[in-house]
């Protein structure tokens, strides 16, 4: 009875193989939109692409062109052909900005640009194009039944430029660059002041402060003796990691030992 199953199946599935290399190398229009939407209901997308390919341009002045132009945009997406779908999104919104399907066309617009998105260490372009979908979707769509999937998109893209740049300036510090450690970490922190990384940033560039003041000559070593401390203070301040709080402290006592040196330093010297 199995085999029976099997034999029926796979005859069907021929037949139904043979249909559509058929239609698709055919020269009927009719036929070859109808099958593009049976094999799209199907889920067959790949094939349904084909075919909405070889009708696009046949359709563009027909009513129906509008439902074609989103289900061909859907199959790429489902294929996940992520800019090609996004592309042809954006020209159903283009085409038709009153559409009912023009908010959902939207939102996949954001979702591809998501899935564009790489990860942290490489070069975040995507990620940017996807935060400026992300804005426009909100300003455009204010009350959307999508807002709270955009925002968690937005959040997530956010947390990927962070971590990214949070990366760079963590470089400079891993290769004793300290001064161009502290420039990205204070750029950093101006410009994701809510940053989940911020504890770190702040513990970093108390570090590299530190290290920077106590290697210095010694004409500038008590002022950046000092700026380092102000930076101690700054992360203590924020810090709930216990970890790094006696990291910091150990490297606090440093500096104080040096200040208090230093100043020893000057006022023998008056």
């Avoid at 891993?174 to 002041?193: C, E, G, M, Q, T």
Wanted: net charge positive; hydrophobic share 35%; with cysteine.
């Amino acid at each position: 009875m199995k085999k029976l199953i099997l034999i029926i199946a796979g005859v069907l599935l021929l037949t139904a193989c043979g249909e559509y290399q058929k239609v698709y190398n055919g020269n009927d229009l009719d036929a070859k939109y109808k099958m593009a939407w049976k094999m799209y209901e199907a889920g067959k997308y790949s094939r349904a692409d084909q075919l909405f390919q070889q009708v696009d341009k046949f359709y563009k002045h027909k009513p129906s062109y509008q439902r074609l132009l989103f289900a061909h945009a859907m199959s790429l997406f489902h294929m996940k052909y992520w800019q090609s779908a996004g592309e042809k999104f954006r020209k159903f919104t283009r085409l038709y900005p009153e559409s009912s399907k023009a908010e959902e066309a939207d939102f996949y617009i954001v979702k591809a640009y998501e899935a564009l998105s790489p990860t942290y260490s490489l070069d975040q372009g995507y990620t940017v194009r996807a935060i400026e979908e992300i804005n426009s979707f909100l300003k455009k769509y204010p009350f959307s039944k999508y807002k709270d999937k955009v925002n968690a998109i937005n959040e997530k893209m956010q947390r990927k430029l962070e971590r990214k740049y949070f990366e760079i300036a963590k470089m400079h510090y891993d290769l004793d660059r300290y001064k161009a450690a502290i420039r990205a970490f204070n750029n950093y922190l101006v410009d994701y002041p809510g940053s989940y990384l911020k504890e770190k940033a702040l513990f970093y560039r108390f570090e590299a402060a530190g290290n920077l003041a106590l290697k210095s000559v010694e004409s500038k070593k008590e002022e950046r003796l000092q700026t380092a401390m102000q930076y101690y203070q700054n992360f203590v301040q924020k810090s709930k990691n216990e970890s790094l709080k006696e990291k910091a402290e150990k490297l606090y006592e440093k500096l104080q030992k040096a200040l208090n040196k230093q100043q020893k330093i000057l006022t023998s010297n008056k």
